[in-house]
């Protein structure tokens, strides 16, 4: 189509945009007519204009169009061409009309027949092609309610492989189902899977009351054990539990394109270039040849998980696709599930060349099935939405809204920058719109930057790194300010991106010993664990891991990425501090709702250090914690009997009402204790 001398485009229900080159006939036309194959239709002429290489038509057709007929444009000499759906797609017209709320796409399982439904309004015709018992046969779908395609076999094809062949805009595109839950290798094509077998069974949790009880933790499945895989995570999890975080945050498990599932040695990455997902990511199996046999590790991971009392939230990438042009979505329903600008060119906020169109009636439902079928199928705790700020305000509530229905306490949080996406900003889901999505909660990058220092700037220093003149900013952090509630609040000083904490420091603190260095990252864990909000650790930080000083290891080696067993045991004290610090949190329940912070909780500065006040916590118990990131030691007087829970000594000579504070540390004093 690209290179037809005559193109024409469908941009509403009535015009049609026909361009002409002027290799053909200088480009002119005095006659436009629409055919359906049958008959012909006039089109009437609007408008036209002259560019360098081609003339650009609009014309108006004043009949009905028949979504999905598969029309030709007529112009002078009898030349035709397609007429490709395009901007109709974009209509409020084509969503209400071709809206499906069914819970039936994909293929399904009865106790006698195999079903397959795909939703394709603009097709002409959908066929699936089927590999079962040694024989491969294509048949043709029947098109139903609301442009979608239908077929019933006989008999219970388990384990049948099957892809879809689209007619779409005069193409035949071949297509993995994008409700598929499982594939070949490599994303070769989908599988029928029976899901009953792989349902995970639901256990009982302790409540997460408010997102502030949880401590989250996140890491790569690649990264985490030596055989980077669903089963050995599964086998290393009492590392995670003796810790006591609350939430292991998986970096995305969902099929992506950068790694060679057959030979996943050769390429490393992350797995923020999504291809399908209801399927989960081949690499990640102990037998990647067995397509199902990665549902079974990851049933196993999470059932596991949860008897240790771990929940599993996971990071999914819905913002963008890897490659717009052999996505699914482009090849099923071209111009629907992305967003252009006003000139028409692909809105590119995301920087990867797609943004996806959350705000479309049947993208938002195709999100919300995959987040539903994570929860109902393996029991998901929580969702990590990557630059969410690219998706929009009514999604990011719809969602919030129905998974509360089905778990009381997941969790909803992702990265709310603003980007530069073809969307009016009061729509999207971004920081700055948190007050529109009270149930959301977002990463604070000031947090992030105000306690490390900038992480644009290696050099920059931030309160617990030296940085003196940020003492009132740190002092009104720790409090949970920046949001309308401390539980909208993912605290952070390090994550995937970016360069670690231990990196950094080598850098804006290059002129401290190592060992002071190491104090440091003590100081910056126990901010993040102990202020208001929702600590959020990143794997390895809690024994300074290393990436070798470079800021984004996407697709850097496994020796760059992979944790080490020995940083682990060479940084124990700072695993047992972390240890210690988690425990208070959640022993003495420091988490408060801002109304309870503006009653309970105090602060203020004494020699650039923060005293920081929590009064009734668990068991009638007021906690005192000083965060002293100078280099002198604080005395603190206090009146009363105060056990010290974390760090410091009392002051010798002195009946028990002076602490020191040594230089970059936290104390931890804590009154009417009974143990």
Known sequence: MKNSLVRAYLDDYQNIEVIIDKAFCQGRSDVFYLTDGVTVYPLELVTSREEDRAIVYKVRFDGEINVGTEYQVMVTNNFKCILNYRFIVKTDRFDEEFYYDGDDLGSTLT???????????????????IEYGGKIKTVDMRRTENGVYRLTIAPRCVGAIYRYLVRVNGNWNEVNDPYGKASLPNSDRSVVVDLDTY?????????????????????????YSIEGTFEGMKNNLAYLKDLGITSLQLMPINDFASVNEKIPDLFYNWGYDPLQYFALEGSYSSNVNDPVQVLKDFHNLVLTAHQQRIRINLDVVFNHVYYLNTSTFDNVVPYYYFRYTGDRKLSDGTLCGNDVASEKKMVRKFILDVLKYFVNQFDVDGFRFDLMGILDVDTMNLICKSLRELKSDIMIYGEGWQMNTALEKEKMACSSNYALMPQVAFFNDVFRDTIKGSTFDAEGKGYATGGRNLTEEACDLVTGSGYGSPAQSVNYVECHDDMTVFDKLKICCKEESEALRIERVKLLLGMVILSQGIPFIHSGQEY??????????????????????????AHKDIISYVKTLINIRRKYRINKTREMIEAD??????????????????????????????????????????????????????????VCCRPVSITVLGSNLND
């Open 544 to 569: 300074c891991r290393s990436k070798n000083g470079i800021s984004n290891t996407y697709n850097k080696p496994d020796w760059i990425n992979k944790l080490k067993e020995e940083d682990r045991e």
């Open 601 to 658: 909780v105090d602060t203020e500065i004494v020699k650039g250090a923060i005293i920081y006040k929590i009064r009734n916590c668990n068991n009638e118990t007021d906690l005192t914690i000083i965060i002293n990131p100078t280099d002198k030691t604080l005395d603190y007087r206090f009146d009363g009997f105060l056990k010290l829970l974390c760090d410091g000594q009392r002051k010798p000579g002195c009946v028990g009402s002076i």
């Open 111 to 129: 106790d006698k027949y195999t079903k397959f439904a795909l939703w394709a309004p603009t097709a002409s015709r959908v066929k699936v092609e």
């Open 199 to 223: 349902k995970v069974e639901k256990l009982h949790m302790p409540e997460l009351w408010r997102y502030t009880d949880a401590v989250i933790y996140e890491t790569s499945v690649r990264d």
